[in-house]
């Protein structure tokens, strides 16, 4: 009985970090990266040699266990306001010690540090920079007024950047996707404030919410979303296959959301909003796959 007990107690463990780590970001992150690679960047090379790539999986693989730590880091400084507005989430990321969480993030940024050396030392500069930028987020700018957010949103998307650099590849329409991800991403944040609102306030973090109301950053939430269509308007008119219609359906999409948000005051109506956001999110990272797909003449 008490060597199941320690089985059971051991699958618990790893559910906690999985949920440390927010596994299902990482997965999606990992899919993101080959797709983009597969359809935007070089889609003239063929999956098989994109997985047989070495430098390309050392990418995604240093991506992957950096953005794992980052999310530690980030758990371990917010596990006060996490107490408040997610006591069973906080309960179950607790089954790993905060002492096995700093080794975890320790282990995991020099891991992703080996990996970039097996590159170059571009690569080497870019997840060093990467890894403190995620660090000095999580210690000090996550609690500051509007830069939080803009920080947040744009460490998102420097893998999906770096992986521009990586393929030599500085289009236009690469610039677009990074505009659109980043709105969404920004909007996605705002959303997450909305959510965790009381316990910024007890923790005196300068969140949107705190600083104004719930009413102005709805406001600022749907001047996001506003801002978003304009790369969806200029992504809607290139030459990316069956993709155009996710763009094409993006604004409705977003303007139902914002309807949403502004006919409920229901503080769960911020975490339905938050998971649609997300659904969209890995929809337009699956929908790559249709830039292959021309329209038929």
């Given at each position: 009985?008490?060597?199941?007990?320690?089985?059971?107690?051991?699958?618990?463990?790893?559910?906690?970090?999985?949920?440390?780590?927010?596994?299902?970001?990482?997965?999606?992150?990992i899919l993101a990266q080959y797709m983009t690679a597969k359809y935007i960047f070089n889609p003239i090379q063929s999956w098989k040699s994109l997985f047989f790539d070495k430098n390309?999986?050392?990418?995604?693989?240093?991506?992957?266990?950096?953005?794992?730590?980052?999310?530690?880091?980030?758990?371990?400084?917010?596990?006060?306001?996490?107490?408040?507005?997610?006591?069973?989430?906080?309960?179950?990321?607790?089954?790993?010690?905060?002492?096995?969480?700093?080794?975890?993030?320790?282990?995991?940024?020099?891991?992703?540090?080996?990996?970039?050396?097996?590159?170059?030392?571009?690569?080497?500069?870019?997840?060093?920079?990467?890894?403190?930028?995620?660090?000095?987020?999580?210690?000090?700018?996550?609690?500051?007024?509007?830069?939080s957010n803009i920080f947040s949103s744009i460490l998102m998307i420097m893998p999906f950047l770096a992986l521009s650099v990586y393929f030599k590849t500085f289009d236009y329409v690469i610039f677009y996707f990074a505009a659109y991800l980043f709105f969404l991403i920004f909007s996605r944040d705002i959303i997450k404030d909305l959510e965790s609102f009381?316990?910024?306030?007890?923790?005196?973090?300068?969140?949107?919410?705190?600083?104004?109301?719930?009413?102005?950053?709805?406001?600022?939430?749907?001047?996001?979303?506003?801002?978003t269509f304009i790369p969806t308007y200029l992504l809607i008119f290139e030459d990316l296959g069956l993709m155009n219609y996710y763009f094409i359906f993006s604004i409705p999409y977003l303007i139902i959301v914002v309807l949403i948000l502004w006919s409920y005051n229901k503080s769960k109506i911020y975490l339905i909003i938050h998971n649609l956001l997300k659904v969209w999110i890995l929809l337009g990272v699956l929908s790559t796959y249709l830039i292959s797909i021309n329209f038929v003449e």
């Open positions: 009985m008490n060597v199941f007990k320690l089985n059971d107690f051991k699958i618990y463990q790893l559910l906690s970090f999985f949920s440390i780590i927010r596994g299902y970001n990482i997965i999606v992150l390309f999986l050392f990418i995604v693989l240093a991506t992957a266990f950096s953005t794992s730590a980052g999310y530690i880091i980030n758990n371990f400084f917010d596990s006060p306001k996490d107490k408040i507005n997610r006591p069973k989430k906080f309960f179950i990321e607790n089954l790993v010690s905060q002492k096995n969480q700093l080794f975890l993030y320790i282990f995991l940024n020099v891991f992703s540090i080996i990996l970039a050396s097996q590159i170059s030392f571009n690569a080497i500069i870019f997840f060093s920079i990467y890894i403190l930028g995620i660090f000095i987020y999580s210690i000090s700018i996550k609690r500051l007024f509007w830069l009381k316990g910024d306030w007890v923790s005196r973090y300068r969140t949107l919410p705190v600083v104004y109301s719930n009413y102005i950053t709805k406001f600022i939430f749907s001047l996001i979303i506003i801002l």
